[in-house]
């Protein structure tokens, strides 16, 4: 059992900074790519920021310059840092994960998700 905790979500005026940490527990035996997404009432998730193993990230034009995403491989962790935060940055977060893991059975790839962490941002 795989289990995706986000923190850091929050009220934050416009201009302000957030930071998000998603830790992953459970059966893995290796995290591939990390990320976070984030959704609006009726409308679809949508990429805001990812990084590989290795360290090699890729960002939505819309937050380039003001989100940067890292991650801790020693703590199974994913971080999100927010500045210059927009109203248009209001959304539900969600952090995703690649995990490889092994068992009796053979070995495979599955995509897991947090439950969310609500982000709002006032003008």
């Known amino acids: 059992q795989v289990q995706l905790v986000e923190s850091g979500g929050g009220l934050v005026q416009a201009g302000g900074s957030l930071r998000l940490s998603c830790v992953v527990s459970?059966?893995?035996?290796?995290?591939?790519?990390m990320g976070w997404y984030r959704q609006d009432p009726g409308k679809q998730r949508e990429l805001v920021a990812r990084v590989t193993t290795g360290g090699t990230t890729l960002y939505d034009d819309s937050v380039k310059g003001r989100f940067t995403v890292s991650r801790d491989n020693a703590k199974n962790a994913v971080y999100l840092q927010m500045n210059s935060l927009k109203p248009e940055d209001t959304a539900v977060y969600h952090c995703?994960?690649?995990?490889?893991?092994?068992?009796?059975?053979?070995?495979?790839?599955?995509?897991?998700w947090g439950q969310g962490t609500q982000v709002t941002v006032s003008s």
């Open positions: 995703n994960a690649d995990v490889y893991d092994c068992s009796f059975y053979g070995c495979s790839t599955a995509d897991y």
């Open positions: 459970g059966s893995i035996f290796r995290l591939n790519a």
